[in-house]
């Protein structure tokens, strides 16, 4: 009987040990859980943060640089016998040939392909060509309607000016061949 009484007590110091240690392992799981959870989430918040700056510091354009562009133009378009009008970012831009922007972008072709081009007023955007400023000239001489159109973007993070003179049919842009206008466009893209 004594025996008995000696396996009994030794089989329940046993389980009460083993749910002691599972307790406590239950008690450093949940502890190990609460801190990989607010580790995670000192993370995430610092992963935001970071990532909002870094999206705010990664802006390609912005409004000093439109002031440049637009004292720019101010100079070049005399050079050129041309007077052109700006998109401001809030009035449509008309042109001759009946095409508002930034709303014409939408049926503007880049070298015949459609759906590439967009207004991005920071550069970056879903388009592989983002706009960031539009300038237009209409012409008076005939034939008329004429009209050249110079859209300032970034393709692949790199600056181009396409230029669209299409005066019937699709709006059609392709990159311009002056290169006094694209030299100047990537020299305050880059600064």
């Known amino acids: 009987m004594k025996k008995l009484i000696g396996v009994l007590a030794i089989a329940g110091l046993s389980v009460a040990l083993v749910g002691c240690g599972n307790q406590n392992m239950q008690s450093s799981s949940n502890t190990a859980k609460t801190n990989s959870e607010a580790s995670s989430n000192q993370n995430t918040t610092n992963n935001t943060s ?8 990664s802006s390609l354009w912005n409004n000093q640089k439109n002031e440049q562009l637009a004292s720019f133009m101010q100079k070049w378009g005399p050079t050129m016998h041309q007077s052109y009008e700006q998109y ?6 008309k042109v001759s040939t009946g095409i508002t922007y930034p709303d014409g972008l939408s049926k503007e072709l880049v070298e015949g392909q459609s759906g ?4 991005a007023p920071s550069g970056k955007g879903d388009y592989e060509y983002n706009v960031v400023a539009i300038y237009n000239h209409d012409g008076t001489e005939p034939p008329l309607p004429n ?8 393709h692949n993070g790199k600056p181009v000016v396409l230029v669209d003179q299409s005066n019937n049919g699709d709006p059609d842009c ?18």
């Open 147 to 154: 009209r050249i159109t110079y859209f300032f973007a970034f």
């Open 116 to 119: 590439l081009i967009g207004w």
């Open 88 to 93: 401001d970012g809030q009035n449509e831009l």
């Open 50 to 57: 970071s990532s909002s700056e870094s999206h705010h510091d």
């Open 174 to 191: 392709h990159p311009t061949t002056n290169t006094d206008l694209e030299s100047n466009f990537e020299r305050i893209a880059n600064q």
